[in-house]
């Protein structure tokens, strides 16, 4: 099938372009640049039809609109949309002349959860603009899908990790290697309250995975939400303790209120600290399993553990 990847040189891009060529699919990809970021574009990837725009500059008039209306596809994905702005301008511009439209949320649409693990099924309760717009444009779709048709299917990742990517990190921030080196060296890290809140990250092939076999079974995942995440979540102590061990430590931890975690880590890295703790996201991914046969290849462990070989190897971290 023909299929238009919106944003295909990106974290889950990278490793979901590769899988579609080689499921024998003729794809295109609109992007900036005609490179993927996060991989070999020499594996998987001199099959690519090239379409280089800028969105947002084309945003700002109609030569988007008009560059979608032209194209002639069957499945659209779209993996850089975070305004209902934007997402109803893709749906005007294929509705009733595609098979399959994808769209890539974020569990920041469904809020901190009031039970757990969170289910697709769960109120929407977001809190941030982010997770408002992820939210709307989600239920504007399946809206769409239930009264006019439009084929759309919702995939919400974690916390995309891959080998080139850092995870967030055991203290829920993104802020470089520096507690991975302390973590390596049995140095105290610090952690906001008692270290329970939790992280659900996801691997970016797990994500292109969700995304291949949501278009392998149309009938199941039209009309339909997913949440794509590792099996399980993981507390801030357990990440601690999990990248402690690949060095054979255990981790040296110190506790402070969140508050006072500012003070230990600045104020950008404590917003990324704040918002996450806010969080404390735990996904099922029971449905996926069930009606798609979803089955993330890595645990948070592992991730961790494919990002550090990665800095290790490309010297970013440094044990002495």
Same mark, same amino acid.
């Given at each position: #099938?023909?299929?238009?990847?919106?944003?295909?040189?990106?974290?889950?891009?990278?490793?979901?372009?590769?899988?579609?060529?080689? %499921?024998?699919?003729?794809?295109?990809?609109?992007?900036?640049?005609?490179?993927?970021?996060?991989?070999?574009?020499?594996?998987?990837?001199?099959?690519?039809?090239?379409?280089?725009?800028?969105?947002?500059?084309?945003?700002?008039?109609?030569?988007?609109?008009?560059?979608?209306?032209?194209?002639?596809?069957?499945?659209?994905?779209?993996?850089?949309?975070?305004?209902?702005?934007? !997402?109803?301008?893709?749906?005007?511009?294929?509705?009733?002349?595609?098979?399959?439209?994808?769209?890539?949320?974020?569990?920041?649409?469904?809020?901190?959860?009031?039970?757990?693990?969170?289910?697709?099924?769960?109120?929407?309760?977001?809190?941030?603009?982010?997770?408002?717009?992820?939210?709307?444009?989600?239920? !504007?779709?399946?809206?769409?899908?239930?009264? !006019?048709?439009?084929?759309?299917?919702?995939?919400?990742?974690?916390?995309?990790?891959?080998?080139?990517?850092?995870?967030?990190?055991?203290?829920?921030?993104? !802020?470089?290697?520096?507690?991975?080196?302390?973590?390596?060296?049995?140095?105290?890290?610090?952690?906001?309250?008692?270290?329970?809140?939790?992280?659900?990250?996801?691997?970016?092939?797990?994500?292109?995975? #969700?995304?291949?076999?949501?278009?392998?079974?149309?009938?199941?995942?039209?009309?339909?939400?997913?949440?794509?995440?590792?099996?399980?979540?993981?507390?801030?102590?357990?990440?601690?303790?999990?990248?402690?061990?690949?060095?054979?430590? %255990?981790?040296?931890?110190?506790?402070?209120?969140?508050?006072? #975690?500012?003070?230990?880590?600045?104020?950008?890295?404590?917003?990324?600290?704040?918002?996450?703790?806010?969080?404390?996201?735990?996904?099922?991914?029971?449905?996926?399993?069930?009606?798609?046969?979803?089955?993330?290849?890595?645990?948070?462990?592992?991730?961790?553990? %494919?990002?550090?070989?990665?800095?290790?190897?490309?010297?970013?971290?440094?044990?002495?």
């Amino acid at each position: #099938m023909k299929i238009l990847v919106i944003g295909g040189t990106g974290h889950t891009g990278s490793y979901l372009v590769s899988r579609l060529i080689l %499921e024998g699919h003729d794809v295109q990809v609109v992007a900036r640049k005609a490179e993927p970021h996060y991989c070999d574009p020499r594996l998987g990837w001199r099959k690519v039809q090239w379409i280089i725009a800028d969105r947002r500059a084309e945003e700002k008039g109609d030569s988007w609109q008009k560059r979608m209306k032209a194209l002639k596809v069957d499945i659209v994905i779209d993996l850089i949309c975070y305004t209902p702005e934007q !997402n109803q301008i893709m749906v005007g511009a294929f509705e009733g002349r595609i098979r399959q439209f994808l769209h890539c949320g974020s569990i920041w649409a469904y809020g901190p959860p009031r039970r757990v693990p969170y289910k697709e099924t769960d109120p929407r309760k977001p809190i941030g603009q982010y997770g408002y717009n992820k939210a709307r444009i989600e239920e !504007n779709l399946l809206t769409g899908f239930h009264k !006019n048709g439009f084929p759309a299917t919702v995939i919400h990742p974690g916390h995309i990790s891959g080998r080139k990517w850092l995870p967030i990190s055991p203290q829920a921030t993104r !802020n470089g290697v520096g507690v991975y080196e302390r973590l390596a060296r049995g140095e105290t890290v610090y952690l906001p309250d008692d270290g329970g809140s939790t992280l659900h990250h996801v691997h970016a092939d797990d994500v292109a995975q #969700m995304f291949l076999i949501a278009i392998k079974h149309p009938k199941a995942a039209l009309g339909e939400s997913f949440s794509a995440v590792a099996s399980y979540a993981m507390t801030l102590l357990g990440c601690c303790e999990a990248v402690a061990s690949l060095f054979g430590k %255990e981790p040296n931890l110190k506790f402070l209120p969140l508050a006072k #975690m500012e003070e230990v880590l600045g104020k950008e890295a404590f917003g990324s600290t704040k918002n996450h703790v806010e969080h404390s996201p735990s996904c099922s991914i029971d449905k996926a399993q069930r009606l798609l046969g979803y089955q993330p290849s890595y645990t948070t462990e592992e991730i961790y553990r %494919e990002c550090i070989e990665y800095i290790l190897e490309s010297g970013q971290l440094k044990l002495s």
